[in-house]
Nanobody
């Protein structure tokens, strides 16, 4: 079992920055690939970013590439999502997730543990 708790969400103005954190417990975090997903109002949950267990490789959705950065600190059992130059279309509930197995980081089916989500609202 792995428990994931997101924090850092809130209201931010267009063009500004926000950093989300996800604290993990109860499992071998340091050997697990991690991901961030988001669910905009009225839409499906979508992949945002993923990072390998050692932090050496990261994956991004085209919509956030160049603006968002995923990172992790295995000593703190925490994964981060740095969001820069945010846009109104980044408004969503953001979820942290832990991968169930090796393979692609992009599909939701690759993950078996999820946090409760944190709301990010971008205002103009």
């Amino acid at each position: 079992q792995m428990q994931l708790v997101e924090s850092g969400g809130g209201l931010v103005q267009t063009g500004n920055s926000l950093r989300l954190s996800c604290a993990a417990s109860g499992h071998t975090f340091s050997s697990t690939g991690m991901g961030w997903f988001r669910q905009p109002p009225g839409k499906e949950r979508e992949f945002v970013a993923g990072i390998t267990w050692n932090g050496l490789t990261a994956y991004y959705a085209d919509s956030v590439k160049g603006r968002f950065t995923i990172s992790r600190d295995n000593a703190k059992n925490t994964v981060y999502l740095q969001m820069d130059s945010v846009k109104q279309e980044d408004t969503a509930v953001y979820y942290c997730a832990a991968k169930a197995h090796s393979g692609s980081y992009f599909p939701r089916s690759s993950y078996n543990y999820w946090g409760q989500g944190t709301q990010v609202t971008v205002s103009s």
